[in-house]
């Protein structure tokens, strides 16, 4: 675990190690979520489509695990709200 102080604007420093071992490079881009008290960032792939490439082929998820997650998120997105 490591700690890190926010800069001036809100920013934060990645720890490098962690950096590396996500690939996260200048420019990454990143995902972040409020889940519960908390933030989870998550680097998204450089090529969406190429990322994507042969799920369906894995067995992707099906149309009720889709609704169930959009239900999830529609819920957590209520209570951030309030």
């Given at each position: 675990?490591?700690?890190?102080?926010?800069?001036?604007?809100?920013?934060?420093?990645?720890?490098?190690?962690?950096?590396?071992?996500l690939g996260i490079k200048p420019g990454s881009r990143?995902?972040?979520q409020l889940k519960g008290e908390g933030v989870v960032l998550k680097p998204l792939p450089d090529d969406p489509i190429h990322a994507l490439h042969g799920v369906l082929k894995q067995g992707g998820p099906s149309t009720g695990e889709l609704l169930k997650w959009r239900r999830e998120e529609r819920a957590r997105e209520s209570r951030d709200r309030a």
């Open positions: 675990m490591t700690i890190i102080k926010t800069l001036a604007k809100g920013q934060v420093v990645i720890p490098k190690a962690i950096r590396q071992r990143l995902l972040i």
